[in-house]
């Protein structure tokens, strides 16, 4: 049982670059989020799914576009990346949508663009 | 949503208990009360969580005021493994869980 995976684990590109994160859970959850964290500071909720084929916006979600096409996977895109976007990212994912749902996150990539 | 508030940081002796204390005053009726806590170099892990009574797990317990405008996680004896970042988090029905600074735990040998 891997629980929520992430790949890639590093990767560094160059401002103007393209790339996605995958994020993928085997535990059959509804709900998946995208977190960043950057130095010295807690998580900021990029976007999230409540579910296949539907997103949402979180607290930063400008220069990011995420997809779930599938219900084990959500992708996480940064079309034009900025050395702003440099931040370790974490995705998680829930059971249900209900207040008592517990979050299972990955173990994060991080991304550094030059 | 709902904020809460809580210390930057706080120490603790190994083999004792730790309270770490939250604040949040503007709670709604259906928020249930989050704690995660995240080591170096590592995503965020589940500690408890709460709606209005005192919860117990194998990790920790979660004292809930009667008010439900601050509430207090419980390390019954610290470990070095506990040293962490701890964030105590409201979750609606809406089912996000928007994460605050934290309080950062130190626990000395």
């Known amino acids: 049982n891997a629980g929520v995976t992430q790949t890639p684990k590093f990767r560094v590109l160059k401002t103007g670059q393209s790339m996605t994160l995958l994020c993928a859970q085997d535990m059959n959850h509804e709900y998946m989020y995208w977190y960043r964290q950057d130095p010295g500071m807690g998580l900021r909720l990029i976007h999230y799914s409540v579910g296949e084929g539907t997103t949402a916006k979180g607290e930063v979600p400008d220069g990011y576009n995420v997809s779930r096409l599938k219900k084990q996977n959500f992708l996480l895109g940064l079309e034009s990346a900025a050395p702003s976007q440099t931040s370790v990212y974490f995705c998680a994912s829930s059971p249900d949508r209900a207040g008592a749902n517990v979050l299972t996150f990955g173990a994060g990539s991080r991304l550094t663009v030059l | 949503d709902a904020k809460t508030t809580q210390p930057n940081s706080m120490e603790s002796n190994e083999e004792e208990p730790v309270h770490l204390p939250c604040n949040h005053s503007?709670?709604?009726?259906?928020?249930?009360i989050h704690w995660y806590r995240q080591l170096p170099s590592q995503g965020p892990e589940y500690v408890i969580h709460?709606?209005?009574s005192n919860v117990n797990n194998r990790m920790a317990s979660l004292a809930i005021a009667e008010d439900r405008k601050s509430s207090t996680l419980i390390l019954h004896r610290a470990t070095l493994r506990d040293a962490a970042v701890y964030y105590c988090i409201l979750s609606n029905q809406g089912g996000k869980l928007i994460f605050g600074q934290g309080t950062e735990l130190s626990v000395k040998p």
């Open positions: 709460g709606l209005t």
């Open positions: 503007t709670i709604s009726g259906t928020d249930y």
